[in-house]
């Protein structure tokens, strides 16, 4: 049986990282991923940071995985969320450096298809947790963008 990798439990203060290890929906539409970023600060305590391909819809499948090996090596960063999933987020789990999560395990947290990342993470063995994405934390009001009427 393994034995899992217990990590501390992230607290107001602590910085979180905010990756799109496929799909960057945090660019559509912007203000919607800017309004969960804020709720996920103040309801929490939080500090989500966001790399540099968070944001971007034509992101390398290796610069997607420098960000996901960036956050892990942080010893900063005490929790990693994935703002959703996306269907090549495949292509990215051979570039993830598993000796890098086990210097600084931390809790990794998403959904959908990031249980490619789920399942490549189990091996370190790491606890992990499906859900939420940073739709969740957007939460009740999205009906303030047009987007969402």
């Known amino acids: 049986m393994k034995s899992f990798v217990s990590v ?9 990282a ?21 709720r996920l600060a103040e309801g ?20 997607r995985a420098a960000d996901i ?6 010893p900063r960063i005490r929790a990693v969320i994935a703002t959703t999933g996306g ?14 999560v086990r210097n600084d395990p931390k809790p990794f947290f998403g959904y959908s298809d990031n249980t490619n990342l789920h399942h490549l993470l189990w091996g370190v063995p790491l606890y992990l947790f499906v859900g939420p994405g940073r739709g ?5 009001g999205m009906a303030d963008f047009p987007c969402h009427e």
Request: glycine letters at 4%.
């Open 18 to 38: 905010v990756l799109s290890p496929s799909f960057a929906a945090p660019s559509i539409p912007a203000a919607v991923h800017d309004q969960a970023m804020r």
């Open 136 to 140: 969740l934390v957007a939460g009740p």
């Open 87 to 100: 269907d090549d987020e495949v292509t990215v789990v051979p570039h993830v450096d598993t000796a890098i």
């Open 8 to 16: 501390p439990k992230a607290r107001p203060g602590d910085r979180i």
């Open 69 to 74: 090996n960036a956050a892990f090596a942080d």
């Open 44 to 63: 929490t305590g939080l500090v989500p940071i966001e790399f540099p391909t968070t944001r971007q819809l034509v992101a390398t499948t290796e610069a």
